[in-house]
């Protein structure tokens, strides 16, 4: 079927999902999750959000109070 990995190593927590091309990074208090395949970019580090799709064209910023959407 799909193939998973998963790494866990101190803080930082890796997961490869090599069916739909899925990558998760966990490092401390960021987060950045990567698939591949509808080209989505996930980033979230402390209070700020971040989140990119390529596709689509979708940019989406959450950061504190202030949300911008392009």
């Known amino acids: ?20 091309r899925l990558n998760l990074y966990l490092s401390g208090s960021r ?7 509808s080209r989505l970019n996930f980033y979230m580090s402390g209070p700020r ?12 910023y959450l950061s504190g109070s202030r949300l911008s959407f392009y």
Not at 1 to 20: D, I, K, Q, T, V
Not at 49 to 60: A, D, H, I, V
Request: charge should be positive; proline fraction near 0%; aromatic fraction near 20%.
């Open 31 to 37: 987060l950045n999750l990567y698939l591949s395949g």
């Open 49 to 60: 959000l971040n989140f990119y799709l390529s596709g689509s064209r979708l940019n989406f």
């Open 1 to 20: 079927g799909s193939r998973l990995n998963f790494y866990l190593s101190g803080s930082r927590l890796n997961f490869y999902l090599s069916g739909s």
